[in-house]
């Protein structure tokens, strides 16, 4: 059966027709393969910074032209996603840092900002919709992509099938994820730089572990990068990756200080950053699917009535834990009271209570050290006679 496709070779953009081929692949056909795996390895030749401003058609055919490489771009199967002219479109990647990628590490990177990716054929590179690449998964419905990629990244099991966690550098592991989750990735290497990390994507995590079963994408992604000293903040539906320094100011969040000296001399954030679409959902769920998502522990109090049950909405975008919980507990009239490392929600009436005690307990504290500081005091020099 035939099909209309985009063929981009190696003289420029040309209209041709493709064909569904299922014959098995012939001994010219290996020969042919195996030489465009070689292409895939070579060093790109293109300016990684000057991509963003570049269609799909005019990055493919610059790659095509240095490299030797044909493309065959199947428009069909993005119309069938409601993605019309793909060639003309952009990827949300605007810069990627090319020096030392090879085509495929630099295809793997760029071609899911624009929602796609490719498969290698005995003779040339067919690029796909990136949700094609899974069968298994059913064609998400139209809406909210960065609500989408946040249930996928709370929701979905990781799966690294045979995958050696700490033996795979961190390019190669957003590559893979990538194309297996259909996410995108952008990996702020001028913020590395800048904390002294010239090589991030060569850096391997150092994750003991015993199995990573039940982890979900966030919290698969959070241990990893927390190796080194990483986390990812999230911007118009692309996983950033940023130095923890770096997404503390972005995210206007303090550092916790006390853990530095405990966590190898590598940063770490005071509160996890949260980012999670509400729409019309009950406080107490919300909080409950916020506290298990990051690993949080929030308590709400029976002071709080039926005002746990009222409905709430936001869109948090890597926003500190603390104001996260305390804008869900503000729309329903309650209030956040701090206990340690706990959040616990309750009435403005307990949570002014509680304030009240904890300002008596300082008073009477300051009381005390201040008796104490009496009764030490020498006594007054004796009067001269």
């Not at 961190?170 to 990538?178: A, D, K, Q, R, V």
Request: glycine share 6%.
């Amino acid at each position: 059966m035939s099909r209309l496709v985009w063929l981009v070779i190696a003289c420029g953009l040309v209209l041709a027709p493709g064909f569904a081929n299922d014959t098995k692949t012939l001994p010219n056909q290996n020969r042919a393969a195996d030489a465009l795996t070689a292409r895939l390895k070579q060093k790109v030749k293109i300016d990684g910074s000057k991509v963003g401003a570049k269609t799909l058609a005019e990055v493919l055919g610059e790659i095509a032209r240095s490299h030797d490489i044909s493309f065959v771009l199947l428009e069909n199967e993005f119309k069938a996603q409601q993605v019309v002219n793909i060639k003309d479109k952009v990827s949300v990647v605007k810069s990627l840092g090319a020096d030392g990628l090879t085509v495929a590490e630099f295809l793997g990177a760029w071609l899911p900002g624009l929602g796609a990716t490719y498969q290698l054929r005995p003779e040339y590179i067919e690029v796909i919709p990136l949700r094609a690449v899974r069968a298994d998964v059913a064609p998400a419905k139209k809406g909210d992509p960065v609500e989408q990629l946040l249930t996928t990244l709370a929701s979905t099991e990781v799966d690294l099938e045979n995958k050696n966690l700490n033996e795979t550098p961190l390019f190669e592991m957003l590559g893979f994820l990538s194309k297996k989750y259909s996410l995108v990735f952008a990996v702020n290497e001028s913020a590395f730089n800048a904390e002294g990390f010239p090589n991030i994507r060569d850096v391997k995590p150092t994750v003991i572990t015993t199995a990573l079963r039940g982890q979900s994408l966030h919290q698969h992604l959070s241990m990893i990068l927390e190796s080194f000293g990483a986390t990812y903040l999230v911007k118009n539906g692309v996983i950033e990756i940023v130095p923890v320094r770096h997404a503390a100011v972005v995210a206007k969040s303090p550092l916790d200080t006390s853990a530095i000296s405990d966590n190898g001399g590598r940063p770490r954030l005071k509160e996890p950053l949260v980012s999670m679409v509400v729409k019309e959902k009950a406080l107490n769920d919300t909080v409950a699917r916020l506290a298990e998502t990051y690993d949080l522990t929030v308590v709400v109090s029976p002071q709080a009535g039926e005002a746990r049950f009222l409905p709430v909405n936001a869109r948090l975008l890597n926003a500190p834990a603390d104001r996260a919980i305390e804008l869900l507990a503000i729309q329903c009239d309650l209030r956040v009271v701090r206990k340690g490392s706990v959040y616990l929600i309750t009435s403005k009436e307990q949570a002014n209570e509680l304030f009240s005690e904890k300002l008596e307990r300082e008073r009477q504290k300051i009381e005390l050290e201040r008796l104490r500081k009496e009764s030490v005091a020498p006594p007054p020099p004796a009067p001269k006679k």
